[in-house]
């Protein structure tokens, strides 16, 4: 048996589509000082929710500037770990990056869900944690 933590930011958000929200997805793992979930494609809307994350093993992150919204960087068992949104202005492409102090392993997601029709996407970060699950 051995332990392995188990990183997670939870959003609630308000004025999503009712069905097929998400739209676009991209994510990425390499050894780098810089990081990045890597671009999606186009997204089909404006006003959509962009949400990003980031673990970082052994080294203090840095992420995106606005108009990202980024939490707290939770540092834990030798891995970083970071999230954050933003409501895009216009349709584009969605990357979540940043640096880091020094050359580590990483991964990286960013994904875009579509607005409800006629309204603006309201997220509510209700928590990040880091929560220890063992595994045998």
Same mark, same amino acid.
Request: one cysteine or more; aromatic letters at 12%.
């Given at each position: 048996?051995?332990?392995r933590l188990v990183r997670h930011a939870s959003y609630e958000v308000s004025g999503l589509a009712s069905s097929g929200v998400t739209d676009q997805t991209s994510k990425a793992t390499a050894t780098s000082a810089s990081w990045s979930s890597g671009?999606?494609?186009t997204t089909?809307?404006? +006003?959509? #929710?962009?949400v990003g994350t980031?673990?970082?093993l052994?080294?203090?992150?840095?992420?995106?500037?606005?108009?990202w919204v980024n939490t707290a960087n939770t540092a834990t068992g030798g891995t970083d770990f970071m999230s954050g949104y933003q409501i895009a202005s216009s349709a584009g492409t969605a990357?979540?990056?940043g640096t880091a102090a020094g +050359?580590? #392993?990483y991964a990286a997601a960013v994904a875009t869900f579509l607005p409800?029709?006629?309204t603006l996407p309201s997220p509510l970060i209700l928590r990040q944690a880091v929560k220890r699950a063992s595994l045998w």
């Open positions: 048996c051995f332990g671009s999606t494609a089909t809307a404006a +006003s959509e #929710l962009w980031v673990a970082y052994s080294e203090v992150i840095t992420g995106p500037s606005s108009p990357t979540y990056s +050359s580590g #392993l409800a029709a006629g």
